[in-house]
T-cell receptor, first 110, second 114 residues
Framework: RKEVEQDPGPFNVPEGATVAFNCTYS??????FFWYRQDCRKEPKLLMS???SGNEDGRFTAQLNRASQYISLLIRDSKLSDSATYLC???????????FGAGTTVTVRA | GAGVSQSPRYKVAKRGQDVALRCDPI?????LFWYQQALGQGPEFLTY????????KSGLPSDRFFAERPEGSVSTLKIQRTQQEDSAVYLC????????????FGSGTRLTVV
């Protein structure tokens, strides 16, 4: 079983829509959580960290549920530029190694 | 430099050939990481350096894979006797002092073994 599992999508949404997706992780000892964004044939880039209390960054909201071991990302008022693959990332106590999910593809259409 | 630089950008190798992939981290970044990203998958950890010391090589898939960072800056990932399953994008990342934050990835080297 993979350490981080994501629904691959694709999620095809119109501009202005809200889209949300989750990932689950298997290691209950995981301590740090992130969402990375990866554009086609580009490198991953940090979108946001995910905190226990949930956090927002503009149109993006991330939630963490430690009891159920899942992380969610919600994108409000989708823009064409939000089209990308969103990678769920988890890290344990070793403090340097990132475990990535396979990614969820989002396509925003005009 | 301004970012993490990797070369070559693309590499086609015949099966059985040896390849060397180069990573130039951001100047002053102590920590350097290599990840392997197969098509349709997320990056998978290969190895971690702090300065010139290779502190973790648990992700290297076989003894055909070897990484070095002799002077604590530029790193080379070498793959001997390449196989088709080695085809992937090899990503290098660096950060200032280890930990999970401030990871900056390079654009990667796309290796195709034919």
């Amino acid at each position: 079983r993979k350490e981080v599992e994501q629904d691959p999508g694709p999620f095809n949404v119109p501009e202005g829509a809200t889209v949300a997706f989750n990932c689950t992780y298997s290691n209950s000892a995981s301590q740090s959580f992130f969402w990375y964004r990866q554009d086609c044939r580009k490198e991953p880039k940090l979108l946001m960290s995910v905190y226990s209390s949930g956090n927002e960054d503009g149109r993006f909201t991330a939630q963490l549920n430690r009891a159920s071991q899942y992380i969610s990302l919600l994108i409000r008022d989708s823009k064409l530029s939000d089209s990308a693959t969103y990678l769920c990332v988890v890290a344990g106590s070793n403090d340097y190694k990132l475990s990535f999910g396979a990614g969820t593809t989002v396509t925003v259409r005009a | 430099g301004a970012g993490v630089s990797q070369s070559p950008r693309y590499k086609v190798a015949k099966r059985g050939q040896d390849v060397a992939l180069r990573c130039d981290p951001i100047s002053g970044h102590v920590s350097l990481f290599w990840y392997q990203q197969a098509l349709g998958q997320g990056p998978e950890f290969l190895t971690y350096f702090q300065n010139e010391a290779q502190l973790d090589k648990s992700g290297l898939p076989s003894d055909r894979f070897f990484a070095e960072r002799p002077e604590g800056s530029v790193s080379t990932l070498k793959i001997q006797r390449t196989q088709q399953e080695d085809s992937a994008v090899y990503l290098c990342a660096s950060n200032l002092g280890g930990g999970l934050y401030g990871y900056t990835f390079g654009s990667g080297t796309r290796l195709t073994v034919v």
